[in-house]
C-alpha cells in the first residue's frame, strides 16, 4: 500500500506530512539501524499492514494535522513580533502580504500551499447536479451545459488529504 507524503521545510523546522488508512489512531516510530526510520501502525492483526519508510533523521510525532496546537503549530512555523503591543504575527504562506494572527491558521495555510489540502473549497456536499456528471460522455459537453461547479468540486475532492499525520523533524 503506497500512502500520500509531503515534506515541508519552512525554514524554521522540516515536516513531513502523511495520509494515513481510515481508521488508524496508534502509531509509532521504529528505528532500525540498517533499515531506517518506519512510521508503523501498532493495531493492525496484518504483519506490515502498511508502513511509512521516514526520510532520514530523527523525527517526533506531535499528531493528527486536525488536533495540532496552537503551541505545535509555533515551533513549525514562521512569525514576527510586534514591537507595538508585544503580539507575535505569523506567515500566511499562501499569500505573502498577508499574515495570521494565530500560529495554526498559519500552518493551515502552510499545508494547503503545499497540496496538502482537507477541505474542498466548493463545499462538503457535491452540487444538485453532480449526480448527472456520468450521463456526459466529454469534457466539452459538460462545459457546454454549465457543469463547471461540478466538475470543480469533483476535482478538488479526489484532490483532498484524510487522516492527515504530521511529524516534525528533530535534530
Known amino acids: 500500500m503506497t500512502l500520500k507524503t509531503k515534506q515541508i521545510n519552512t ?3 522540516t515536516i513531513l506530512a502523511v495520509e494515513l488508512p481510515k481508521g488508524v489512531s496508534n502509531l509509532r ?9 518506519w512510521l508503523t501502525d501498532c493495531d493492525s492483526k496484518e504483519l506490515n499492514a502498511w508502513k511509512v519508510n521516514l526520510p532520514q533523521g530523527n523525527w517526533k ?5 486536525d488536533q495540532i496546537t496552537e503551541e505545535q503549530a509555533m515551533e513549525v512555523v514562521d512569525g514576527s513580533f510586534c514591537t507595538t503591543n508585544g503580539c507575535v504575527l505569523y506567515e500566511d504562506y499562501e499569500n505573502e502580504n498577508d499574515i495570521h494572527l ?12 503545499n497540496g496538502v489540502v482537507t477541505v474542498n473549497p466548493y463545499g462538503s456536499e457535491p452540487p444538485h447536479n453532480y449526480g448527472l456528471l456520468h450521463l456526459y460522455p ?13 466538475l470543480r468540486w469533483q476535482t478538488a475532492q479526489s484532490q483532498l488529504w484524510e487522516n492527515v499525520y504530521i511529524l516534525v523533524k528533530v535534530d
Open 61 to 65: 510525532s506531535p499528531g493528527f494535522a
Open 102 to 113: 494565530t500560529a495554526l491558521d498559519s500552518f493551515n495555510s502552510l499545508l494547503k500551499t
Open 138 to 150: 466529454t469534457r466539452d459537453e459538460l462545459m457546454d451545459l454549465s457543469f463547471q461547479d461540478a
Open 29 to 37: 516510530i521504529d528505528k532500525f539501524p540498517r533499515a531506517g526510520n
Open 11 to 13: 525554514g524554521k523546522a
